[in-house]
């Protein structure tokens, strides 16, 4: 490689990382959280489910005859979708299509549904910090504009790729023997560049496949989708959706009541006896109470026995037969196969609690690469030769960068603890309630550490109020629900406790990192006392008294 071409690579590799640094290191850190998002919607609501819930489980007879009596069913299409391992599922319910229905009942409707006790939730009273921090990992909270917020995500998820491949290219020669080089105790900038290195390729595999597939799902829902609707589709939406599969099946109201409503539990346990390993995710009635009634039944594969197979079977719901059929093992589409691909590889919900841990040790591992990132350039920039205007900007910008991105840690366990202890109600302000929460504290956190001006006194007091607000979780637990660590392990409250558990691993991981930093002492800082400008040899000279002199304001 020429130095020409090593130059381009190494600059492009800077310039785009840079860039997207705070954005993706938001991304990384929400999304690590992310992965344990059912276990966190269990503690949050002290809801404890089995470790593998799945539709089948649910008494769906009894809920339909729940919303038969709050709602008219009669001539409506009703789905049952159970997309999390939590206790409440979702119920989207169509208008009726019986003409002579009631005013109420022509109006369709979507909420959420407890399995235990049948009480209904919308989406906002249903609102979780789970949902908070998997929403926020692709700025579903900056969609001010149609899509802005996923638009920007999945830039950043493309800019991050190039990052990747450049990085890769940029260290190639010396990409083995790199890795062995660490080097704690010599300068700044080979510390955090050892660091880099040595991180950034153990989690290659991992940031590369989270770059590949975040991008195909982001960029290609949020950028490609309108402009295939637009051009290929004339503007059709709804016939893009008929031809890729999206759109339900439509069946006609024979306007003949059912003297029976048929059973609809036995449809469940026909769908998952077909075929050995098939979980049932979806339940969907056609025509509910009427003489063409309908019932489709869709699922998954287990992962260990197909990684990505869909099936689904549409009975007769009078008769009981199978009108229309679709084998998991043998009649998955490349469209369905290559969409579970992507997604299964980017949500790491194919191994179990064991995979999901792993997940998020490198996303943790992510974020260190890319903070390592910015302080490489910042020390890059931080020297004598360099106008001091731009190295006071370089350091503003490092702090802001810093103080920001570090502050979530507190701030997510401070909100852990604050909607455990203040939000038992599921009102339709409880999405609004933890917004204020974590986002002002976040503010609060952001500004003071900005305030301060010392990256080490940031970076070493982020992770130390972490560490025990984190410890202060299971306690925020215990005391509002009684639900403490050794009784939801015995009696198998496995989310619950381990929400518990990876707090309090978590919090002494963060505590022995913080009580092992050690300050150095050339990092920008707080501006030193000045002397007046001198003239010695001709030349003009700041003397600095307090600290090294690449210290700024």
Excluded at 286 to 293: I, L, R, S
Excluded at 464 to 472: E, P, T
């Amino acid at each position: 490689m020429s130095n020409r071409v090593y130059n381009i690579l190494f600059h492009t590799h800077t310039i785009s990382g840079i860039i997207i640094s705070a954005a993706l290191y938001v991304i990384f850190f929400a999304g690590s959280f992310s992965f344990f998002r059912d276990e966190i919607v269990g503690w949050e609501r002290n809801e404890p489910v089995s470790e593998e819930s799945h539709l089948q489980a649910v008494d769906l007879d009894v809920m339909l005859d729940s919303l038969n009596s709050q709602k008219e069913l009669y001539g409506r299409d009703i789905a049952f979708t159970k997309y999390f391992n939590e206790r409440r599922i979702n119920v989207n319910l169509t208008a009726s299509k019986d003409t002579t229905a009631s005013e109420a009942a022509k109006t369709g409707s979507f909420f959420y549904m407890d399995t235990d006790n049948f009480n209904t939730y919308t989406y906002t009273s249903n609102y979780s910090i789970g949902e908070l921090l998997y929403r926020l990992h692709f700025f579903a909270q900056l969609n001010f504009w149609g899509t802005s917020g996923y638009m920007l995500a999945g830039f950043v998820a493309f800019f991050f790729l190039f990052a990747i491949i450049t990085g890769v290219l940029v260290h190639w020669k010396k990409i083995v023997s790199n890795f062995y080089v660490f080097r704690p105790m010599a300068s700044l900038k080979n510390l955090w560049t050892d660091a880099h290195t040595a991180l950034g390729i153990i989690g290659l595999p991992y940031q590369f496949v989270y770059a590949v597939t975040g991008t195909c799902l982001i960029i290609g829902t949020s950028v490609m989708s309108p402009a295939v609707v637009t051009f290929m589709y004339d503007g059709d939406t709804n016939q893009l959706y008929e031809d890729f599969g999206f759109n339900p099946p439509k069946f006609e109201l024979a306007s003949e009541h059912l003297s029976e409503v048929p059973n609809v539990n036995q449809f469940l346990e026909k769908a998952s006896a077909k075929w050995e390993g098939f979980e049932v995710t979806t339940l969907e009635i056609f025509n509910y109470g009427d003489a063409n009634m309908k019932v489709g039944v869709e699922g998954y594969t287990k992962y260990d026995m197909k990684f990505a197979g869909r099936g689904e079977i549409i009975y007769n719901a009078h008769t009981g037969e199978e009108e229309h059929v679709v084998n998991p093992f043998t009649d998955t589409s490349y469209m369905n196969a290559a969409t579970a691909v992507i997604t299964q590889l980017h949500y790491g919900n194919y191994g179990g609690v064991l995979l999901k841990v792993v997940y998020f040790i490198l996303g943790l591992i992510s974020c260190f690469v890319i903070i390592s990132g910015v302080m490489i350039w910042l020390v890059a920039r931080n020297k004598k030769h360099i106008d001091a205007k731009k190295r006071k900007f370089n350091a503003w910008l490092v702090w802001v960068y810093l103080s920001t991105c570090l502050s979530m840690f507190p701030v997510t366990a401070l909100t852990f603890i604050l909607v455990k202890v203040f939000l038992h109600e599921y009102t339709p302000e409880r999405m609004t309630d933890i917004y204020h929460i974590f986002f002002y504290s976040w503010l609060a956190f952001s500004v003071f550490f900005i305030i301060k001006r010392d990256n080490y006194f940031t970076n070493k007091y982020t992770l130390l109020s972490g560490a025990i607000l984190g410890f202060m979780v299971p306690v925020a637990n215990g005391l509002v629900t009684g639900n403490w660590l050794w009784k939801t392990f015995l009696a198998g409250y496995h989310h619950i406790f381990l929400i518990d558990v990876f707090w309090i691993v978590l919090s002494i991981t963060a505590l022995i990192v913080a009580l092992s930093l050690k300050k150095k002492n050339n990092m920008p800082s707080r501006q030193p006392k000045r002397k007046p400008y001198q003239v010695k040899n001709g030349i003009e000279k700041e003397l600095l008294i307090g600290g090294a002199n690449n210290n700024f304001n």
